[in-house]
């Protein structure tokens, strides 16, 4: 089975469609409920149960590939259930779902605290706006994610990777993998919410 996570990407491509986009909501063993938007509803509409479906997942260690079967038809609060079949191989580097949301936050750079506000999360790094601009590309930076969003506070290591214009790019050098399904599942919410 393919080693999938809440929060990562699939793409299901079959002859009835180019490609439908979703977010992984839940995992079992043998199966995957599914996400998608609003606007994938009609291509998701067009599958039932026991249709054959080729998948991409953006797991933690790449996008792996997988021929699929449909196990339950879409449902109206746009949920679809897919077999979780053998993985065929691996195409590129991990990625997650990224949610638009804004929110305050704390960064901590050589025991300086500086106050930031998101303009992107994902589980697997952060863009963001800073109060002060004290940044640079590599530096090591401590996230300091509040419990208002997150249920509990979630310090987590990163490093710049990335400035365009007042915008700061960090990955997450160093995250528990609960905490990191803490935002993965949050940014499913805010994503579901705004559909």
Same mark, same amino acid.
């Given at each position: 089975?393919?080693?999938?996570?809440?929060?990562?990407?699939?793409?299901?491509?079959?002859?009835?469609?180019?490609?439908?986009?979703?977010?992984?909501?839940?995992?079992?063993?043998?199966?995957?409920?599914?996400?998608? #938007? +609003?606007?994938?509803?009609?291509?998701?509409?067009? *599958?039932?149960?026991?249709? /054959?479906? @080729?998948?991409?997942?953006?797991?933690?260690?790449?996008?792996?590939?997988?021929?699929?079967?449909?196990?339950?038809?879409?449902?109206?609060?746009?949920?679809?259930?897919?077999?979780?079949?053998?993985?065929?191989?691996?195409?590129?580097?991990?990625?997650?779902?990224?949610?638009?949301?804004?929110?305050?936050?704390?960064?901590?750079?050589?025991?300086?605290?500086?106050?930031?506000?998101?303009?992107?999360?994902?589980?697997?790094?952060?863009?963001?706006?800073?109060?002060? #601009? +004290?940044?640079?590309?590599?530096?090591?930076?401590? *996230?300091?994610?509040?419990? /208002?969003? @997150?249920?509990?506070?979630?310090?987590?290591?990163?490093?710049?990777?990335?400035?365009?214009?007042?915008?700061?790019?960090?990955?997450?050098?160093?995250?528990?993998?609960?905490?990191r399904d803490k935002i993965a599942g949050f940014c499913i919410k805010a994503i579901s919410e705004k559909s």
């Amino acid at each position: 089975m393919i080693e999938a996570k809440q929060g990562q990407i699939v793409i299901i491509k079959c002859p009835k469609f180019d490609k439908l986009e979703g977010i992984i909501e839940s995992v079992q063993k043998d199966r995957l409920k599914i996400f998608y #938007q +609003k606007d994938n509803e009609s291509r998701a509409w067009t *599958l039932s149960e026991g249709d /054959e479906i @080729f998948v991409n997942v953006h797991t933690q260690f790449g996008i792996k590939s997988m021929y699929s079967m449909v196990i339950c038809s879409p449902s109206g609060d746009g949920e679809l259930v897919i077999e979780n079949a053998k993985a065929l191989n691996i195409n590129q580097k991990r990625e997650f779902v990224r949610a638009a949301i804004k929110f305050r936050f704390f960064v901590r750079k050589d025991g300086h605290l500086i106050g930031a506000s998101t303009v992107d999360i994902s589980a697997g790094g952060i863009k963001f706006i800073p109060d002060e #601009q +004290k940044f640079g590309i590599d530096d090591k930076i401590e *996230l300091e994610l509040l419990g /208002e969003e @997150f249920g509990k506070n979630i310090n987590v290591q990163a490093q710049i990777i990335n400035v365009i214009d007042d915008k700061y790019i960090a990955r997450y050098t160093d995250i528990n993998e609960f905490d990191r399904d803490k935002i993965a599942g949050f940014c499913i919410k805010a994503i579901s919410e705004k559909s």
